[in-house]
């Protein structure tokens, strides 16, 4: 498995293992990989068991980059799991098969917009396979299923954001709101206030009973701990 970081940090209360690569071609991602080594699963699963047991948390999220990408993704999570441990992944939904071989207590759907036109424009892909994705993944009893979508204005405004809800409205899924920062990247695109983010999150509410919003994270207690060497 190819890792760049396993880190811990005071926004978050959970340990989060970035991986390298994706399959998408954001316009306005600013994650730019440096640094990637190997392990072996096992080897990831100790050093993450590790850092657990000198924090308070006992939830591991795996992000990237697209995770799915890593052929032994799936075998991570089951050692993860057999550990007690509790596993998150944040995918952008176009590996549906090997979502459904890991083992799972949530899955964070990235859905950069419902219109195609606009997907194609801010990915270079079609929507067509995330969609089904998320409307398979929402008829599991396996692990929650949260949606989210980063609030772009003038691209995917209040609108747009309505629109995922609308869809979403059926599926009975939890919805995240994450307002758009301009840093690393060429988009052009203003970042949105407070006040546009909450207006999104009230028309969400007309179609959904679960929407939060980068506006709503609480910070933990000061830490700060990141690996880039496992070895």
């Avoid at 992000?63 to 952008?92: C, F, K, Y």
């Avoid at 950069?112 to 990915?123: F, G, I, N, S, Y």
């Avoid at 207006?199 to 990141?226: G, N, Q, W």
């Amino acid at each position: 498995m190819k890792v760049i970081l396993i880190s811990h940090i005071s926004i978050s209360d959970v340990i989060t293992l970035l991986t390298p690569t994706c399959n998408f071609r954001c316009s306005y991602c600013f994650f730019r990989p440096m640094g990637c080594r190997s392990y072996t699963p096992s080897k990831v699963a100790d050093v993450i068991i590790d850092v657990m047991a000198e924090s308070d948390t006992d939830t591991v999220l795996i992000a990237g980059g697209e995770p799915t990408l890593q052929s032994d993704l799936p075998e991570l999570t089951e050692i993860l799991h057999r550990n007690d441990l509790r596993v998150i992944l944040s995918t952008n939904g176009t590996r549906r098969d090997v979502i459904e071989r890991c083992a799972l207590d949530e899955v964070h759907v990235d859905l950069k917009a419902l219109d195609d036109e606009k997907h194609r424009r801010l990915t270079g892909s079609s929507n067509r396979e995330v969609l089904r994705c998320i409307e398979a993944l929402a008829s599991s009893d396996d692990f929650l299923l949260e949606v989210a979508t980063v609030f772009i204005p003038g691209i995917v405004d209040v609108d747009e954001i309505e629109d995922i809800a609308s869809f979403l409205s059926p599926l009975n899924v939890s919805y995240r709101i994450t307002g758009y920062m301009e840093y690393g990247n060429e988009l052009g695109a203003p970042r949105p206030g407070p006040e546009l983010i909450m207006e999104a999150a009230e028309v969400s509410r007309k179609y959904l009973d679960h929407v939060t919003t980068s506006l709503d994270f609480r910070r933990h207690k000061p830490r700060k701990k990141i690996i880039t060497d496992l070895r």
